[in-house]
Every structure is written in C-alpha cells, then in structure tokens.
C-alpha cells in the first residue's frame, strides 16, 4: 500500500514535471523566428542560416566529422579564407524600389487578407537611402560567430599564439561592409579567446578582392555592354514571369499594368531583408508564394551567371590575380614546411559575391552541363549553380593545407561543407595533384593578358 501511495503521490509530480518541460518546449519554439516558405530562395540575399540550417538551433556549432581532417595522421598548417561580407541593408537603388512599391499598395491596394491590412496600417517604409549597403548589426554577429567557429575547427592555426606571433594576416575590399566585417571577425575571435589589449590590423587591397573593377576587357565587354545580359532581359519578359506579375496583381488587386517587372523584384526584396535583418516573416512575404519565388530565384541566378559567372569567359578569367595570390600563399607555405616552419599560418580574405562567384567558376565548381538561359528554365529545377546555396551572406571557401604521412594534401570547403574538386575524386587530395590538375591555369591565367583591351591601329588617311 505504502508503495502504491508513493507511486500515486509522485505521478501529480512527474505530470506537472513533464508539462513544465511541454509549457519550455513550445515557449522555446514561439521564441524561434517564423520562416518565410520563400527563404531559400532569396539568392545573393540569403541568410548563411538556410545553407546552414543546424545553426538555427546553436549558431557555434561545429559539424566535426565534416570539418576534421582527412585522417587522424594529419594536422593542419596554413588556412586561407575567402569571404563574403555579411548581412547588409539594400543598396539605393533597391530601396528607392521598395518605397516606389509600398506607395502603390498603401495607395491602391484593396482585399480582405490581413496581411494586406497589416502593411497599409502598420508597416511603415523605414529603409533610408543613407543605408546604402551598409553592414548591420546581424551582419557583424555573422562574422563573429563564423570567427568563432573556425578557431574551434582549427585551434591549431586561428589561434592566440598565431595571432600574437603576426601569423594570421586579415586583408579586406575597400567597401564599408567589408571593413566593418572584418573587424567583425576580429573582434569574435578576441571575445573568444578573451584577449585585452591585442590591436589587429587588416590592409585594404582591391586588387584581389575587387578584382572585377580593375579588369579593362570585363568593365567595357560585359559590366557597359547592354547586350552582355540580354538572357535576362528576354527572361524578364517570359510567360514565367507574366504569371508571377498576374498572380501579385490577384493577390493586391491592382491592375496588372502596375505590377511591373521591378515591383514584383522589390516584393522579393522586401521579404528577403525583413528576415535577414530583423528575423521577421514580414507581411510582405504573402505577395509572392514558392511557385513565384523559384522564378524569382532563378531570374537572379541568371543574372550571377551571365554577369560574374560561366556566361562569358572573362567573367571567370578576371579572377585570375585572386587564384594566382592564393596559390602563391599555398605554395609558400609548402615550401616553409618542406624547408622549415610555416610563417603565415592564415590568411583571412573579405570581400564581396562578386568576388567568390568568377574563382568559383574559374575552377569549375557549380557548372551546369547546359548553360542556363531564358528559354530553359524548366530544365534546370536541379542545376547546380543556385545563388542561394553558393554565396549567402558570409558565404566563405576555405582552402586547408595539410600535413599528412603520405605529403601534403589539400582540402577545400564551401560554407563550412566539404567540396571535391571537379574531375578530382578525392575529398582531401595530394597538394601536387591540385596543382597538375589546375596547371592550365597556374601556367597562364594572366590576368593582365587577360582584362587589357585590344589595341586599335589607327587607321591611314590621305590628304
């Protein structure tokens, strides 16, 4: 009996324990951000969190058995890490975009549909033009928390000794929300290891990560050359894109003759930076559903492709000084361990898409068997290269020098995933293999060869 007292006594506890436990859970699920159906899509616009989803729930974890080394016999000896900037607010031109769009709706949108009622009574257009790009505080937290997570993925290499002993060199573009990234990264790294008193430095060097501004042949062939994204333009126009325009139109009951093209593109852009700025599925969200949103997605791939990726050959070849540097950084660093000790254990490099998308192109990664265009946007549901997955906001490609018991090895990752090279079917090969694999372009690939622009003769008159 005394027993069956205690079990009856003790179940009203274990009940009230495990409703406790209920009541947390859900709170802890409220406390989540809501996701917009459409966030994968967001393209150059996406949070690293939906590449990353594990982050949501630990934003400092680190996937071992994916980040470790290629086996436990080798250990690490130089990093080098090619960075995007991290979240930022829209640039002028995009904003002055979105506010065209929230005077239409406010002024002549009509329906029922609450979140219709919730923009035109209490959202307002707070994006200023004074923004311009600018990094925000969730894109600093972006780089701190990648800082984080590297020194805990490669503690031998991001770490306080390196950094005292001037063996981790932080170079940045010249651009506001690079500078301030990196400082971002810096600062994540000295709250990490809780060091006072310790000045980084970073240099600014637009050489290598805005290489496309300096390439003659890329500005004049395809940056000023109206016909250089003429894929995009056709596509702007199609029967896909007719349908998202009609569909905006249904849903705000407006005449389809003002939904244009760039309305519908600044409805995208509106729910893109609510959620990554403020973690809001914001009302604006419900003007476009996933149907409209792989369209969306794959106008924007279009553009990567044709402007900074495999649609024309200089757009990968204007990289070339960013491969050769990080070559040269990787050989250097083969050579000081052959002949003695590594002096620069890391280079950490920041800059922008426009800078991780031509390296990976030029070294193939992301290259889809037919070229994507305007008219086969239904053969490529499952293309490789997707904007969205390549180059988020902090996207990074980290290339691992490794000493190994057979030599050297290298192993390259894409936002903190493994990534085999092309034509090479090994996660982490021979050092030398990459190299005989990329020698084409280690032996050519000149960059000044490349971005001059041809010379006009002038041509003879008679007097």
């Not at 690079?178 to 060091?195: M, T």
């Not at 893109?272 to 106008?299: H, Q, T």
């Not at 002949?339 to 990976?360: C, D, N, R």
């Given at each position: 009996?005394?027993?069956?007292?205690?079990l009856?006594?003790?179940?009203?506890?274990?009940?009230?324990?495990?409703?406790?436990?209920?009541?947390?859970?859900?709170?802890?699920?409220?406390?989540?951000?809501?996701?917009?159906?459409?966030?994968?899509?967001f393209?150059?616009?996406c949070?690293?969190?939906?590449?990353?989803?594990?982050?949501?729930?630990?934003i400092l974890f680190v996937?071992?058995?994916l980040?470790?080394?290629p086996?436990?016999?080798?250990?690490?000896v130089?990093?080098?890490?090619?960075?995007?900037?991290?979240?930022?607010?829209?640039?002028?031109?995009n904003?002055k975009?979105?506010?065209?769009?929230?005077?239409?709706?406010?002024?002549?949108?009509?329906?029922?549909?609450w979140?219709?009622?919730?923009?035109?009574?209490?959202?307002?257009?707070?994006?200023?033009?004074?923004?311009?790009?600018?990094?925000?505080?969730?894109?600093?937290?972006?780089?701190?928390?990648?800082?984080v997570?590297?020194?805990?993925?490669?503690?031998?290499?991001?770490?306080?000794?390196?950094?005292?002993g001037?063996?981790?060199?932080?170079?940045?573009s010249?651009?506001?929300?690079?500078?301030?990234?990196?400082?971002?990264?810096?600062?994540?790294?000295?709250?990490?290891w809780?060091?006072?008193?310790?000045?980084f430095?970073?240099?600014?060097?637009?050489?290598l990560?805005?290489?496309?501004?300096q390439?003659?042949?890329?500005?004049?062939?395809?940056?000023?050359?109206?016909?250089?994204l003429k894929?995009?333009?056709?596509?702007k126009?199609?029967?896909?894109?007719e349908?998202?325009?009609?569909r905006?139109?249904?849903?705000?009951?407006?005449?389809?003759?003002?939904?244009?093209?760039?309305?519908?593109e600044?409805?995208?852009?509106?729910?893109?930076?609510?959620?990554?700025?403020?973690s809001?599925n914001?009302?604006w969200?419900?003007l476009?559903?996933e149907?409209?949103?792989?369209?969306?997605?794959?106008?924007?791939?279009?553009?990567?492709?044709?402007?900074?990726?495999?649609?024309?050959?200089?757009?990968?070849?204007?990289?070339?000084?960013?491969?050769?540097d990080?070559?040269?950084?990787?050989d250097?660093?083969s050579?000081?361990?052959?002949?003695?000790?590594v002096t620069?254990?890391v280079?950490?490099?920041?800059?922008?898409a426009e800078?991780?998308l031509?390296?990976?192109?030029?070294?193939?990664?992301?290259?889809?068997?037919?070229?994507?265009?305007?008219?086969n946007?239904?053969?490529?549901?499952?293309?490789?290269?997707?904007?969205?997955?390549?180059?988020?906001?902090?996207?990074?490609?980290?290339?691992?020098?490794?000493e190994?018991?057979?030599?050297?090895?290298?192993?390259?990752?894409?936002n903190?995933?493994?990534?085999?090279?092309?034509?090479?079917?090994?996660?982490?090969?021979?050092?030398?293999?990459?190299?005989?694999?990329?020698?084409?372009?280690?032996?050519?690939?000149?960059?000044?060869?490349?971005?001059?622009?041809?010379?006009?003769?002038?041509?003879?008159?008679?007097?």
């Amino acid at each position: 009996m005394k027993s069956i007292t205690f079990l009856s006594r003790n179940r009203y506890f274990l009940v009230a324990a495990l409703s406790m436990v209920m009541v947390r859970a859900s709170y802890c699920k409220l406390m989540k951000p809501a996701i917009p159906a459409i966030a994968t899509y967001f393209g150059t616009k996406c949070r690293y969190e939906e590449v990353n989803p594990h982050l949501m729930d630990n934003i400092l974890f680190v996937n071992k058995s994916l980040m470790g080394p290629p086996s436990p016999d080798c250990r690490a000896v130089h990093l080098i890490a090619v960075i995007r900037h991290g979240t930022r607010y829209p640039t002028v031109k995009n904003i002055k975009r979105m506010a065209r769009l929230c005077d239409l709706v406010k002024a002549e949108a009509t329906g029922p549909d609450w979140w219709l009622h919730d923009i035109k009574n209490n959202w307002r257009m707070w994006y200023t033009e004074d923004m311009d790009g600018k990094l925000v505080e969730k894109g600093k937290n972006d780089l701190r928390h990648l800082a984080v997570r590297l020194a805990e993925t490669f503690p031998s290499l991001i770490s306080e000794e390196n950094l005292r002993g001037n063996r981790m060199e932080f170079i940045t573009s010249s651009k506001h929300r690079c500078v301030d990234s990196i400082k971002a990264f810096q600062e994540g790294l000295l709250q990490h290891w809780d060091v006072r008193g310790v000045g980084f430095k970073h240099y600014v060097n637009d050489s290598l990560m805005r290489f496309f501004e300096q390439c003659q042949r890329y500005v004049e062939d395809v940056e000023n050359n109206k016909t250089a994204l003429k894929e995009v333009e056709v596509f702007k126009s199609s029967v896909e894109m007719e349908e998202v325009r009609r569909r905006m139109a249904s849903r705000l009951q407006i005449p389809l003759s003002q939904i244009t093209t760039d309305l519908v593109e600044a409805a995208f852009f509106l729910c893109s930076y609510e959620f990554a700025i403020k973690s809001e599925n914001s009302p604006w969200c419900n003007l476009l559903d996933e149907v409209d949103a792989e369209v969306l997605e794959y106008k924007n791939d279009l553009k990567q492709y044709w402007k900074r990726a495999y649609g024309h050959d200089i757009n990968r070849k204007s990289s070339c000084s960013l491969f050769h540097d990080l070559f040269r950084r990787l050989d250097q660093a083969s050579y000081d361990y052959r002949f003695g000790e590594v002096t620069k254990a890391v280079s950490i490099q920041v800059g922008h898409a426009e800078t991780l998308l031509p390296l990976l192109s030029l070294m193939g990664f992301f290259r889809d068997e037919t070229p994507l265009t305007a008219e086969n946007f239904s053969q490529q549901h499952n293309r490789k290269f997707r904007t969205s997955w390549m180059v988020p906001y902090a996207a990074n490609l980290l290339f691992v020098l490794y000493e190994c018991s057979d030599g050297l090895r290298l192993q390259f990752f894409i936002n903190e995933k493994p990534m085999t090279f092309p034509k090479i079917n090994h996660s982490a090969p021979l050092y030398e293999t990459v190299r005989n694999h990329l020698s084409d372009l280690l032996d050519g690939c000149d960059f000044k060869k490349e971005c001059e622009l041809p010379r006009v003769r002038p041509t003879k008159t008679e007097l």
